[in-house]
């Protein structure tokens, strides 16, 4: 073996072994228990990043446990063809050749993606096998593969069929870049510094009429009420009345409705169906019309006044101002935060615009996903999420499924001459209602998250009844990232209920943000990003899986650091230094193969620390298993931490160099068995571990343990725990004079009851051995004290170190000085702070002297201590 652990040295060599020899590949097996998890599909576009790490990492882990338990274990891998992400990628790569996508023409620029997919579409393949990522490769899929491409067509059929797919115009939130349609759930919405403006709207006589407030006078144009509160009094006499738009000059009314906030500018709203989606709903609720005055490309239509008619929006609002303040009608502006939705892709902001798009008639969808929820059917950990989700599908609108690019799933859609509407599974020849051959097909493309909504059963054969689908739909647990509850596992329920008949998982784990040590979400504009690769080639993989893991607790978002990469690493080689000693001390006098499966004897031969490392271990199987079962990784990778690195290494491992005959078996079981808990969140050092240790086969297809591994001792326990108490207070004791740790001395307890001292009598060499103690004294009074030394209480027992007069006398010395000038400085600050000090001073410097006052109390409390200590 090395010295020392290299990861580089194995865990390529590794995985390429795992792989040919098929580990991750499964067939349905009804004998056995499912567990199936349906990998969220990386984008085409993608590259691993911290994201990933938080969400497939426990993914692996979970699958990996449960593939040990002896379950029917298979994670299902597949890719996103990403419509708006990848269009916009090659559209950026054609721009480099001064080209756009209509220069190519939609068929060439189709071929172009199939292409740039096949060259880029497999880089983060790779980077999720050197992460150790293991899902079953022989069952990738690709949302736009033959099968799920013809599910997607069936499943758009049978909706239309059914009467919840439609075509109309409805307002739609339109990126003037992209030229396409977005889903609510693709706006990202952020408070940018606007303008409030306060705008009057005469009465049709030149009277005072109503001011509104608005940040979007370009927008008047469109305007078809004015709304108010009906219990408002201010405006209880306008009601059913009629005032002027300042802009285009027409007659409107003013209407009441309850949604209109009172506090919100003047409590009076403008409503502009064609440009608001909250207007909508008022308009649509009063029978009112809605106007657009402003197109695709963003510039305004000519339904607007000629000197506006083909200006940017924006440069329309400036001049929309300019004109209101000319006209009089501008009565005040004020700063404003306006919540401003931008395209999730390019970060352009959207224009909600009336526009003639096909819909899916949602809520007979989402009620069935809602009850799913309620019912205790579909679970979330953390809880909280599942209010988030049940939320949405409250208050869900109808979903715009059509977009306007090229590259993804075309609608299922042929249009005739005579204006008629063909929808079927395959090219028709004619039209289904008058038979004219001259049809043409819808140029949109779905919703990507129309295509993904379908995996977890799309991916199994569906609408074919395969063996997969009949044994593995349901999965048992979906992992993903919050930001998608919306898009995708509202999406997979709906879907899933509808077309094959069931929750499409039973629970969903919602994996924690990854953010910086500061809190701050990572971002290439922060320049705080990290790139997982990164950190697999400086620290390794199974470090860095164990850096991420270890930190995700109680649904808590992660502050990572990488400090915690380099804490992960050192326990790698922990546990490498570990198997080192115990195939040494299992070879030493015996030399062989075989020296390292001799079988744990029999207890009764088993002494206090085979005991205690016995029960450690019936414990530590015990808890990591609770932990997985909860989705606690963090409590998993912490209760292994503790038992290797404090229990196995620190203890046990200090013990077994007296060589006794029980140490080398139960050390090399101990470990073996640590490793396979170990397995999931480090495979890689787990499993070359396994074998260095004599093991034969894969770790992985070896049986989970469980806390039978060891033996459950409370006795054990207790009194180890007691010497153990013993063991830290005289390390402690001897770091006060900083004595060479091969230097041995005596150590005294006084005080201790009769059954502690018949401990040590029959453990002094475990006290030996762990304190450097030469021998241990337990005087039943006080003429066994030594004449001086350090101490330390322990309860009613107190532990001495002896020590020579002249350290005492130097310490106490130095001690007495250090308290006197602290004790100084904390009564001038005591002093200070009483005075009218704390009222003029900026709170600032107040604040810093309270910290300090603090600060010199903590540091007196822990000298006196040191100074009683010595005796």
Same mark, same amino acid.
């Given at each position: 073996?090395?010295?020392?652990?290299?990861?580089?040295?194995?865990?390529?060599?590794?995985?390429?072994?795992?792989?040919?020899?098929?580990?991750?590949?499964?067939?349905?097996?009804?004998?056995?228990?499912?567990?199936?998890?349906?990998?969220?599909?990386?984008?085409?576009?993608?590259?691993?990043?911290?994201?990933?790490?938080?969400t497939y990492t426990p993914q692996d882990v979970l699958t990996r446990y449960h593939r040990m338990l002896g379950d029917n274990a298979v994670w299902l891998p597949g890719q996103d063809h990403a419509a708006i992400a990848t269009q916009n990628v090659i559209e950026k790569e054609l721009a480099k050749e001064g080209?756009?996508?209509?220069?190519?023409?939609?068929?060439?620029?189709?071929?172009?993606?199939?292409?740039?997919?096949?060259?880029?579409?497999?880089?983060?393949?790779?980077?999720?096998?050197?992460?150790?990522?293991?899902?079953?490769?022989?069952?990738?899929?690709?949302?736009?593969?033959?099968?799920?491409?013809?599910?997607?067509?069936?499943?758009?059929?049978q909706l239309y069929n059914e009467g919840l797919i439609y075509r109309g115009t409805r307002l739609v939130n339109w990126c003037p870049r992209c030229g396409s349609t977005l889903a609510d759930t693709e706006v990202e919405h952020e408070d940018t510094p606007g303008t409030l403006y306060y705008v009057r709207y005469?009465?049709?006589?030149?009277?005072?009429?109503?001011?509104?407030?608005?940040?979007?006078?370009?927008?008047?144009?469109?305007?078809?009420?004015?709304?108010?509160?009906?219990?408002?009094?201010?405006?209880?006499?306008?009601?059913?009345?009629?005032?002027?738009?300042?802009?285009?000059?027409?007659?409107?009314?003013?209407?009441?409705?309850?949604?209109?906030?009172?506090?919100?500018?003047?409590?009076?709203?403008?409503?502009?169906?064609?440009?608001?989606?909250?207007?909508?709903?008022?308009?649509?609720?009063?029978?009112?019309?809605? &106007?657009?005055?402003?197109?695709?490309?963003?510039?305004?239509?000519?339904?607007?006044?000629?000197?506006?008619?083909?200006?940017?929006?924006?440069?329309?609002?400036?001049?929309?101002?300019?004109?209101?303040?000319?006209?009089?009608?501008?009565?005040?502006?004020?700063?404003?935060?306006?919540?401003?939705?931008?395209?999730?892709?390019?970060?352009?902001?959207?224009?909600?615009?009336?526009?003639?798009?096909?819909?899916?008639?949602?809520?007979?969808?989402?009620?069935?996903?809602?009850?799913?929820?309620?019912?205790?059917?579909?679970?979330?950990?953390?809880?909280?999420?599942?209010?988030?989700?049940?939320?949405?599908?409250?208050?869900?609108?109808?979903?715009?499924?059509?977009?306007?690019?090229?590259?993804?799933?075309?609608?299922?859609?042929?249009?005739?001459?005579?204006?008629?509407?063909? +929808?079927?599974?395959?090219?028709?020849?004619?039209?289904?209602?008058?038979?004219?051959?001259?049809?043409?097909?819808?140029?949109?493309?779905?919703?990507?998250?129309?295509?993904?909504?379908?995996?977890?059963?799309?991916?199994?054969?569906?609408?074919?009844?395969?063996?997969?689908?009949?044994?593995?739909?349901?999965?048992?647990?979906?992992?993903?990232?919050?930001? &998608?509850?919306?898009?995708?596992?509202?999406?997979?329920?709906?879907?899933?209920?509808?077309?094959?008949?069931?929750?499409?998982?039973?629970?969903?784990?919602?994996?924690?943000?990854?953010?910086?040590?500061?809190?701050?979400?990572?971002?290439?504009?922060?320049?705080?990003?990290?790139?997982?690769?990164?950190? +697999?080639?400086?620290?390794?993989?199974?470090?860095?899986?164990?850096?991420?893991?270890?930190?995700?607790?109680?649904?808590?978002?992660?502050?990572?650091?990488?400090?915690?990469?380099?804490?992960?690493?050192?326990?790698?080689?922990?546990?490498?230094?570990?198997?080192?000693?115990?195939?040494?001390?299992?070879?030493?006098?015996?030399?062989?193969?075989?020296?390292?499966?001799?079988?744990?004897?029999?207890?009764?031969?088993?002494?206090?620390?085979?005991?205690?490392?016995?029960?450690?271990?019936?414990?530590?199987?015990?808890?990591?298993?609770?932990?997985?079962?909860?989705?606690?990784?963090?409590?998993?990778?912490?209760?292994?931490?503790?038992?290797?690195?404090?229990?196995?290494?620190?203890?046990?491992?200090?013990?077994?160099?007296?060589?006794?005959?029980?140490?080398?078996?139960?050390?090399?079981?101990?470990?073996?068995?640590?490793?396979?808990?170990?397995?999931? &969140?480090?495979?890689?050092?787990?499993?070359?571990?396994?074998?260095?240790?004599?093991?034969?086969?894969?770790?992985?297809?070896?049986?989970?343990?469980?806390?039978?591994?060891?033996?459950?001792?409370?006795?054990?326990?207790?009194?180890?725990?007691?010497?153990?108490?013993?063991?830290?207070?005289?390390?402690?004791?001897?770091?006060?004079?900083?004595?060479?740790?091969?230097?041995?001395?005596?150590?005294?307890?006084?005080?201790?009851?009769?059954?502690?001292?018949?401990?040590?009598?029959?453990?002094?060499?475990?006290?030996?051995?762990?304190?450097?103690?030469?021998?241990?004294?337990?005087?039943?009074?006080?003429?066994?004290?030594?004449?001086?030394?350090?101490?330390?209480?322990?309860?009613?027992?107190?532990?001495?170190?002896?020590?020579?007069?002249?350290?005492?006398?130097?310490?106490?010395?130095?001690?007495?000085?250090?308290?006197?000038?602290?004790?100084?400085?904390?009564?001038? &600050?005591?002093?200070?702070?009483?005075?009218?000090?704390?009222?003029?001073?900026?709170?600032?410097?107040?604040?810093?002297?309270?910290?300090?006052?603090?600060?010199?109390?903590?540091?007196?409390?822990?000298?006196?201590?040191?100074?009683?200590?010595?005796?």
């Amino acid at each position: 073996m090395l010295e020392k652990y290299d990861p580089s040295a194995i865990e390529s060599e590794w995985y390429e072994r795992w792989e040919t020899a098929g580990l991750f590949h499964e067939d349905p097996d009804a004998s056995r228990p499912p567990f199936v998890i349906s990998m969220p599909p990386p984008n085409v576009t993608g590259r691993a990043h911290m994201g990933h790490g938080s969400t497939y990492t426990p993914q692996d882990v979970l699958t990996r446990y449960h593939r040990m338990l002896g379950d029917n274990a298979v994670w299902l891998p597949g890719q996103d063809h990403a419509a708006i992400a990848t269009q916009n990628v090659i559209e950026k790569e054609l721009a480099k050749e001064g080209l756009t996508r209509f220069d190519l023409g939609r068929e060439k620029f189709i071929e172009r993606a199939r292409q740039w997919r096949e060259l880029y579409g497999d880089i983060i393949y790779k980077q999720f096998r050197a992460l150790g990522f293991g899902p079953d490769w022989q069952r990738d899929r690709y949302t736009m593969d033959e099968g799920l491409s013809k599910a997607v067509v069936k499943v758009f059929v049978q909706l239309y069929n059914e009467g919840l797919i439609y075509r109309g115009t409805r307002l739609v939130n339109w990126c003037p870049r992209c030229g396409s349609t977005l889903a609510d759930t693709e706006v990202e919405h952020e408070d940018t510094p606007g303008t409030l403006y306060y705008v009057r709207y005469r009465t049709e006589d030149g009277g005072d009429g109503v001011v509104i407030a608005t940040t979007r006078p370009e927008t008047i144009f469109a305007d078809v009420a004015i709304a108010v509160h009906p219990d408002d009094p201010r405006y209880q006499p306008l009601i059913g009345k009629l005032v002027k738009r300042p802009l285009s000059p027409h007659a409107i009314p003013v209407i009441a409705d309850g949604a209109v906030e009172r506090s919100f500018g003047t409590g009076a709203l403008k409503i502009t169906p064609g440009h608001d989606q909250a207007d909508a709903e008022i308009g649509e609720r009063h029978g009112l019309a809605s &106007i657009s005055v402003i197109g695709p490309d963003a510039k305004m239509t000519d339904a607007v006044e000629q000197e506006f008619v083909g200006l940017d929006r924006f440069d329309a609002r400036t001049r929309a101002v300019e004109t209101l303040r000319a006209r009089g009608a501008l009565v005040k502006e004020e700063p404003y935060m306006v919540s401003t939705g931008t395209c999730y892709r390019c970060e352009t902001i959207i224009e909600p615009l009336l526009s003639l798009q096909w819909f899916v008639k949602i809520k007979p969808l989402a009620e069935p996903a809602l009850v799913a929820s309620q019912s205790g059917k579909l679970a979330f950990a953390p809880e909280r999420f599942r209010r988030t989700y049940e939320d949405w599908l409250e208050h869900i609108r109808d979903w715009c499924i059509s977009r306007q690019i090229w590259w993804g799933h075309r609608l299922p859609v042929w249009y005739c001459p005579n204006g008629h509407v063909t +929808v079927a599974e395959s090219t028709p020849s004619a039209c289904a209602e008058c038979g004219d051959r001259s049809l043409t097909q819808d140029p949109d493309t779905l919703d990507t998250w129309f295509s993904s909504g379908l995996w977890p059963f799309s991916i199994l054969g569906w609408p074919e009844d395969t063996p997969e689908r009949r044994a593995w739909y349901p999965n048992q647990v979906l992992v993903t990232a919050r930001e &998608i509850i919306f898009n995708w596992v509202a999406r997979m329920v709906m879907f899933g209920i509808h077309f094959a008949g069931d929750v499409p998982f039973k629970r969903v784990f919602i994996a924690p943000l990854v953010l910086d040590e500061q809190g701050r979400k990572m971002s290439k504009s922060l320049g705080n990003s990290l790139d997982p690769m990164d950190l +697999v080639r400086d620290y390794g993989a199974d470090a860095t899986r164990f850096a991420i893991v270890s930190q995700m607790h109680g649904g808590q978002d992660v502050r990572f650091s990488i400090a915690k990469c380099d804490d992960a690493r050192k326990f790698c080689n922990k546990l490498w230094q570990a198997a080192r000693f115990a195939i040494d001390l299992a070879n030493e006098g015996r030399p062989s193969p075989s020296a390292l499966l001799l079988s744990v004897p029999d207890e009764t031969s088993w002494t206090l620390p085979d005991r205690w490392i016995m029960d450690a271990l019936a414990r530590t199987a015990g808890r990591v298993t609770q932990a997985l079962e909860g989705f606690d990784f963090a409590e998993a990778a912490q209760t292994l931490y503790t038992f290797v690195w404090n229990q196995v290494c620190d203890v046990y491992i200090e013990i077994a160099k007296d060589k006794a005959p029980t140490r080398a078996p139960i050390l090399t079981h101990s470990l073996a068995t640590a490793l396979q808990l170990l397995h999931p &969140i480090m495979p890689f050092v787990a499993e070359e571990l396994w074998g260095r240790l004599g093991r034969e086969g894969f770790i992985g297809e070896s049986a989970w343990p469980s806390p039978s591994s060891g033996w459950l001792d409370e006795q054990a326990r207790d009194d180890m725990s007691r010497l153990l108490d013993s063991v830290e207070a005289v390390r402690a004791l001897r770091a006060l004079p900083k004595l060479p740790y091969r230097e041995l001395r005596d150590v005294t307890i006084v005080g201790a009851d009769k059954s502690f001292v018949d401990l040590l009598q029959r453990e002094r060499g475990v006290i030996a051995r762990l304190a450097r103690a030469e021998n241990v004294h337990a005087p039943s009074g006080p003429d066994g004290r030594p004449k001086h030394a350090v101490s330390r209480r322990l309860g009613a027992m107190e532990v001495l170190l002896p020590v020579d007069e002249a350290f005492v006398e130097k310490e106490r010395t130095a001690l007495d000085k250090e308290i006197a000038r602290s004790r100084d400085e904390a009564d001038a &600050i005591e002093r200070k702070l009483q005075t009218n000090f704390v009222d003029k001073a900026p709170a600032a410097v107040v604040e810093k002297e309270r910290a300090r006052l603090a600060e010199l109390k903590q540091g007196l409390a822990m000298s006196e201590d040191r100074r009683a200590a010595l005796k």
